[in-house]
Each structure stands twice: as C-alpha cells, then as structure tokens.
C-alpha cells in the first residue's frame, strides 16, 4: 500500500466562503447564477450552455480559459464566482489500484464548530478500476440517521444531507485525481481503465454515507448533472443507487432518474432483518419486495441488484439461501454477496469463505448471478462500512510518524 497523506492542519478552522463555487451546480442553478450577475433572459440559455460545456466537459479550473466567453462577462463572473473543486485532504492509494479520498467540502450551516468556526463535512469517496470500467463510490450523506447494525457509518452521530452540488462535487474531484479531463494526465500509479472511448469513472454506486432515499431531491439533481450527455455522460444504466429499503421513496426514485436500484436486504426473515435493518419496522420485507416489482424499467436487462452482508452464524445458512431464492422469485434480480468488513467495537464476524461459497452456489444454481463481491481497497480500509474513523486514524498516525522524525 502507498499512502499520501497532503500536509492540512486538521484542526485550522475555515471560513464560510464569501465567493460560490459554480461546479456541480444544475442548469438552473447556474441560470440563477448568471441572472444574479445581470446577463439577460435572452442570453441566459447560451451562457448557460457555454459554461456547462467548460465546466463539466472541459473540466475548467478557471474562467480565463473559457475562450468563448466575452473577457467582460469573465471579469465579472471572476467577481462573484470561483470553480473551486473540494479540497483533497488525503488520498490513498491501495496495491490493488483502489484509491480513496478524503475530500472537505466548504463549510457549510449544520457543519461542526470548532473554536466559534464552522468547519466543512468530510467525506470519503473511493474508485474502484477494473479491466473493463472503474466505479466511482459516492455519498449522499454526511453519515446516516439510520441505525443498521453492521454499518459503521450509523455510529457516526453528524448527520446533514449533502447538497446535489457536492453529490456531483464528487465526482468532479474523482475525474481531476484521475486525469480524466481533456488536458490531463492520468496518475502514472495507475491500474485505471484506459483506451478508446474508455473514461477512468464509467459507473456511479451511491453505496457510500448515507440513505440517499432520505436525499432524494438533492440525488435526483446530482444525476441529472451527471447524466448529461454535454457534460460528465455518464450512462443512467451505469448509475446505481442502493437503499436500506425505504420502500415508498422507490418508484420516485425510479421515476424520476431512472437510476439502476440495489436494495440491502441483507436478511430473508422479518425478526431478523428488524435487527440488522431496523427500518425494516417500519417497511418489512414483502412491502419492500412489493415496491421492487413495481419498480419503473425493470427488465432481464435491468435487474436490480440485491446487497447481502455475509454475516458468520447470522444470516449465511443454506436454509437462508433457498428462502432468499424463494423471495426473489419473479423479480429480475442480480444478488450481490458482500463479506462483511469489521470495524473497531462490532459484535458481526465475516462468515468463512466456504459458508460464503455454499451461500454463493445455491443461489447460483437457483440461476441468479451471484458475484461474490471481492473486498477491495482492505489495504487502505476503503471497503464498506470502514470509513471515516479509520482515516482519522491513519492521520493520527502520520503526525505521530511527523513528530517522531
Ligand atoms: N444507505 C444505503 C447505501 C450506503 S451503504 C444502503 O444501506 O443501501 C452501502 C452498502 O454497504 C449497503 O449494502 C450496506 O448494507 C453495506 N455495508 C454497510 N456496512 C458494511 C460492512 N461493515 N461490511 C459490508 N458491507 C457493509
Ligand atoms: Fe445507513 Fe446504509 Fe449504513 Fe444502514 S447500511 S446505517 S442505511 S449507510
């Protein structure tokens, strides 16, 4: 593993901007933007058109470059505006080309106060490169209000929706770490996706912080942006949102981004999946099976995904195999093992790789395609349910290294 750790004091508080950062805003949000500065009605479509192509198709990181854009109207949008991108707090780097990183957003209402200061949410996003695409793994909250018993984000008590701005943002900072902006180039540490037509991000996962079902708004606008066929054109089908199961937010959801689903089911029994899920109390497992069949597009070509943590003695039985056939029955569905990854003070061991196996061949023989979903990035503590505290750590343990040398 490599780790780079960017020289940031932690603790220095910062300042709400004065000046607005106009990427990862959606058209009308940059109209609105453009309306404030004084451009016209009638030319607010064309300037809108023109920013966006620079923005999110070039990858601008000032407005000087913008070479269609009268030097007046730059000056002026210099004035009130800036394309700043989140700071990168650290990155690293794993040996098998999982990166993750720690992005702070600018402050913003709601965030922490530290000294009288307010100071920006921090979020983890990390890329995953394979052969033939890299997944890019975002958040839609700063940390969860929902309480599943195997997640380390639910401990964490901060919480705020994140705006479609740093949804996006997101994404934005993933494509500049990763040279994928015209002009750019790639890291040389590379194992990123390369060739003709190939982006290094060409799939979303919302499977980081937070219930992007309780974002839904901020969600639907952050696709939009990142669906735009002028701008970042990333393939809805390659967009996948996964839910906890808040089972009458699916249709909208469906409806209104068109968005591939995953759901974590996690367990095939009500008594169970209260515990792992609780939410579950309130949408038990039929109603949310029920909300699955009825969602928008689904097709053999559109399956969802169904997420199922492999938790030792706890839900990973055969018996838990066929009856998890046996629900899914009639729904175009692909099933997603994931071993469980632990974190400091869980009760949950992963199950072992044979009970995973046994687990994986009945519902393969069941004919579903049931992936294991190999741990990625463990090196560098990138897998699900490892972020955040654990990133604190390392930094704790880079400025004891510091100290020490
Ligand atoms: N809140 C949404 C999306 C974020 S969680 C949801 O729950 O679907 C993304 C996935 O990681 C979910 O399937 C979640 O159950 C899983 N997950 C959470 N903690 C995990 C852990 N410690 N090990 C493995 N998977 C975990
Ligand atoms: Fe929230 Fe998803 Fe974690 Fe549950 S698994 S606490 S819904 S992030």
Redesign the pocket.
């Given at each position: 593993m490599s780790l780079a750790l960017t020289p940031a004091d932690e603790n220095a508080p910062v300042a709400i901007q004065a000046t607005m950062s106009l990427v990862g805003l959606t058209r009308i949000q940059l109209a609105e933007a453009l309306r404030d500065i004084g451009v016209s009605d009638g030319d607010i479509r064309m300037r809108v058109g023109q920013l966006w192509h620079w923005i999110y198709f070039q990858g601008a990181t000032d407005f000087d470059s913008m070479l269609n854009v009268s030097k007046a109207l730059r000056a002026r949008l210099a004035e009130r505006f800036t394309l700043d991108r989140p700071q990168v707090v650290a990155e690293q780097v794993s040996t098998d080309g999982t990166r993750k990183w720690l992005i702070r957003m600018p402050p913003a209402p709601g965030d922490r106060l530290v000294g009288g200061k307010t100071v920006g949410a921090e979020i983890e996003c990390v890329y995953i490169p394979e052969s033939d695409r890299g997944t890019l793994c975002v958040s839609s909250q700063v940390g969860?209000t929902?309480?599943?018993s195997f997640?380390h984000?639910?401990t964490q008590k901060l919480v705020r929706n994140l705006t479609s701005q740093e949804i996006v943002q997101q994404l934005m900072v993933a494509r500049h770490q990763l040279g994928d902006f015209p002009g750019l180039t790639p890291p040389t540490n590379g194992l990123i996706p390369s060739g003709e037509g190939v982006r290094a991000v060409s799939n979303i996962v919302f499977m980081g912080?937070?219930?992007p079902l309780y974002n839904l708004d901020n969600v639907a606008d952050a696709l939009g942006v990142m669906s735009d066929g002028d701008g970042l054109s990333l393939s809805k089908r390659r967009i996948t949102v996964s839910t906890?199961g808040v089972a009458p937010s699916i249709a909208d959801l469906g409806a209104r981004t068109g968005a591939m689903l995953a759901i974590?089911l996690h367990a095939v029994r009500d008594d169970l999946r209260d515990k792992l899920?609780p939410l579950n109390k309130k949408y038990p497992i039929v109603e949310l099976l029920q909300a699955c069949r009825d969602y928008p597009g689904l097709s053999n070509a559109r399956r969802i995904t169904f997420e199922y943590v492999m938790l030792k003695g706890v839900n990973d039985s055969p018996a838990d195999a066929r009856q998890l056939v046996r629900l899914l029955k009639g729904i175009p569905a692909k099933i997603n093992l994931i071993p469980f990854n632990p974190w400091p003070g869980t009760v949950y061991e992963c199950s072992d790789w044979e009970t995973i196996e046994r687990f994986s061949d009945i519902v393969f023989n069941a004919g579903y395609a049931s992936p294991v979903r190999t741990p990625r990035g463990r090196d560098i503590l990138a897998a699900c349910g490892q972020l955040k505290s654990e990133t604190e750590k390392l930094r704790a343990r880079a400025r004891l290294a510091d100290d020490q040398d």
């Open positions: 969860c929902l309480t599943c997640c984000t639910g912080m937070g219930e906890s974590s899920v």
